[in-house]
């Protein structure tokens, strides 16, 4: 069974940073593209990074680039995302996500905004980030 888990999320203040984690399991973690979404409160979910199976590409959203990065680590099957420089507007629960498309501007920013498509396969439950003073 495909599994994915995210850790690293929580409570920071602005201007802090984190790391979180991304780890599979029942697939070959370094096979596949693997990209980072989130969800605000009332909001659709959106695109934040992604990152190639051999690490040689990675994208991002307009709205983290330059603060967020994302890498991996295929031997220990870790995709991890290091968030610098957090702001208010960064709180949303963080999902990683198995990508069955290659990780492009147009994975993170589907047209149809639809992220059930075929290009995005098993998601994980997601790790909370607040960011607040």
């Known amino acids: 069974q495909v599994q994915l888990e995210e850790t690293g999320g929580g409570l920071v203040q602005p201007g802090g940073s984190l790391r979180l984690s991304c780890t599979g399991s029942g697939f070959y973690l370094d096979a596949y593209a693997i990209g980072w979404f989130r969800q605000a409160p009332g909001k659709e979910r959106e695109g934040v990074s992604c990152?190639?199976?051999?690490?040689?590409?990675?994208f991002y959203a307009e709205s983290v680039r330059g603060r967020f990065t994302i890498s991996r680590d295929n031997a220990k099957k870790m995709v991890y995302m290091q968030m610098d420089g957090l702001q208010p507007e960064d709180t949303a629960v963080y999902y990683c996500?198995?990508?069955?498309?290659?990780?492009?501007?147009?994975?993170?920013?589907?047209?149809?905004?639809?992220?059930?498509?075929?290009?995005?396969?098993?998601w994980g439950r997601g790790t909370q980030v607040t960011v607040s003073s």
């Open positions: 996500v198995q990508l069955h498309a290659p990780c492009a501007p147009l994975t993170l920013a589907p047209f149809n905004g639809d992220f059930d498509g075929p290009g995005y396969g098993t």
């Open positions: 990152i190639s199976a051999s690490a040689h590409a990675t």
